[in-house]
């Protein structure tokens, strides 16, 4: 494409005065895009990420082995080398491949999560910090009770209930997570509520029900993705977590927790076994992190739509 | 006040350029004048610049702003050229500002009276009673009737003209040359206002005060001021006396001074302002 | 008796503090009425009680002779709409005009949203040419026109406006003046107007009422305004304040 071209078709986005509906959308993710992509360290996040997601569409063949069947008998514990980049664990199975398939059950762990609390804590939050009075008190009260135990302790009490394996990990996860969401929904809605424009709303005769969800819910949304963004780190942590105490993911499922937790009897001799997941963990915990860091300078819309 | 030192602040092409992602913005675009010991109005609307002319004089730009000129000099002394601290020491010591709202531009957990004496002994070296006993007086100067109680209330406890009548009294304290009062009314109530503006016009005349007062409240200013710079688009388009302001020649002064209703004078519509964009270049 | 909108007796309780101490008034189909006063004199909440945004404690309020109770219905927002003070604030930050105008319709289920938006932004004076703005990349006084475009889009008879101008530049003041009589003359609408600014006030309506602290201090007609005849010293002393300064030494 010429740079003329390309010059045109930016000042179609940027256009103060936007033909058409899809213009203006478009125009204003533009524009997003711009803040977002000046953050070079977000852009990193944003790589790993995306690589993150390549690495699980293509896990069957990125994978050099099978993760789940080992070699028992020559491949037990080897050190990394060029056959097994990250070396092999003490079932004789290729780490390389077990941290790939795993980046599949990391994702799946992390969509659902965002996926079921966020969707909870929006509403929520915005339906107490609308409605006020008895309805705020109540269903405050009730996030407040979650929010008074650590994460990860109550995490555990509900998988233990609900029994051990990787869907009531998630589930687990997702009921400890929505609190803190319900509350930034409702801080936000909180300094909204009473603004002229929501005002106008009402006299415009709209229904509670169609201010909350039309009018307040995407005023919340874009502090709520960064909030999630950036918890995204945690929940893997969490699940991870659980995994090593045994209450997620079950062997022999590659998950990254299971994997450290497994390799924690040789993490001094055999240390890459424990190793690897864990560098896999912290690399997109970081991946995560940073997108969040980018996305509340692209999206926040306190600093200035200006 | 000798005749020689008339001239307090001079002004010669005067620039603030905001860089930002689409370009420069040229927000004042070489602004001429100078003051002596008089009131100097700065008139013009939203985005004519005039509120950064009187930021730049008090080194108050952002950062990022690229402040220039050929000359800006406060009493001889080159402003542009100065270092940092002989600039903040001009600050307050003998320059003076006054913002809008004094809400923001209060300290919200020190008592009034604190802060005044505080000003007060960064710049001048007094004892605590002293500097008590003359916050007390200033506080009085402003037409505030109980001083020693407003002195130790917090500024959240006074109403708007309370509140600004303590600005005034903070920013008089040090006893400055010369004071830029930026919109110093507009947040007020309109008899209130009046209260206001008499407290600083006797102050600044009786003080031989240099006082710019930045308004976008042409007749206000008129009534107030004793000459009138009319700034349209980051440029002086007109210097005029106050009492000749209805001789005014350039289309946008007259623009301004027409399209507001006035009590008596029937027009229905009323003018409105053509802007030419011959104005802005 | 046309009265459009008739307050009687309102009271207006926030918390403890009485903002509105049993005001009344009366407004003719087709005039133009003004409320002066200083801030906290309870004319912007005389306004968002009409509204049913604000504590009605007790009075009653008619419009087009129906009594309103405590909940405002659809119908009462076909009848009455409200222009808000701050430009900045009264629109959605993350809506286009277009998307702002299209709500009202939505609510009260018009079929012809394209015609009607397209009429009310020409009526305004903005063109179709903004239809797909938000409001961040609008002025002061286009963000004004938006927020009287939609008001009208309901085709109201009464529109309440409060401090429509106040947060403009004295020239774009002027043109949202002439675009607000040229809309009430053209659909005969009744205005009930707050300002702090006499001025305003007499060059826009026919009667006003002076209030101060919750109560009303007098009524006047905007000629026995303008030539002095009043009766209060209240008004008096706002009326010397909006004649700019005079330097008494």
Known sequence: MSTEAIQSRRDWLLSERPASRMQARLGRAYVAWRRFSANRLAFVGLLIILALLVVAAFADVLAPYSPTIGDLKNARLLAPSAAHWFGTDDLGRDIYSRIIYGSRWTLYVVILVAIIAAPVGLLVGTVAGYAGGWTDAILMRITDIFLAFPKLVLALAFVAALGPGIENAVLAIAITSWPPYARIARAETLTVRNSDYIKAVQLMGASPFRIVLRHIMPLCISSLIIRVTLDMAGIILTAAGLGFLGLGAQPPLPEWGTMIASGRRFILDQWWVAGAPGFAILIVSLGFNLLGDGLRDALDPRSGDQ | MSGKTSTLLEVEDLRVNFPTRIGQVQAVRGVSFSLGRERLGIVGESGSGKSQTGRAIMGLTPPQAQVTARTLAFDGIDLLAAPARERRALRGKRIAMILQDPKYSLDPVMSIGRQIVETLRTHEKVGKAEARDRALAMLEAVQIRDPSRVFDLHPHEVSGGMGQRAMIAMMLIAGPEMMIADEPTSALDVTVQLDVLGILDRLVSERGMGLIFISHDLRLVSSFCDRVIVMYAGKVVEQLKASELRDAQHPYTRGLLNCMPRIGFERHPLPVLDRKPEWAV | ?249
């Open chain 3, 1 to 249: 008796m046309n009265a459009a909108l008739s307050v009687d007796g309102l009271e207006v309780i926030f918390d403890r503090f009485r903002a509105l101490k049993g005001v009344s008034l009366e407004v003719r189909s087709g005039e133009s009425y003004g409320l002066v006063g200083e801030s906290g004199s309870g004319k912007s909440t005389l306004l968002r009680a009409i509204a049913g945004l604000a504590p009605v404690a007790s009075g009653s309020i008619t419009v087009n002779g129906k009594n309103l109770g405590k909940g405002r219905d659809k119908a009462f927002y076909r009848e009455v709409q409200m222009v808000f003070q701050d430009p900045y604030g009264s629109l959605h930050p993350r809506q286009t005009v277009d998307r702002l105008l299209q709500e009202p319709l939505a609510i009260h289920g018009f079929a012809d949203g394209e015609k009607r938006i397209e009429r009310a932004l020409d009526e305004v004076g903005l063109g179709t040419g903004f239809r797909f703005r938000y409001a961040h990349q609008l002025s002061g006084g286009q963000r004004q026109r938006v927020a009287i475009a939609r008001a009208l889009i309901l085709e109201p008879s009464i529109l309440l406006l409060d401090e429509p101008t106040s947060a403009l530049d004295a020239s774009v003041q002027a043109e949202v003046l002439n675009l607000l009589e040229e809309v009430r003359r053209r659909r005969k609408l009744t205005f009930l107007m707050v300002s702090h600014d006499l001025a305003i006030i007499t060059h826009m309506c026919e009667r006003l009422m002076v209030m101060q602290s919750g109560e009303a201090v007098e009524n006047l007609t905007a000629s026995q305004l303008v030539g002095h005849r009043v009766t209060k010293d209240y008004t008096r002393n706002l009326l010397r304040a909006s004649e700019g300064f005079v330097r008494t030494a």
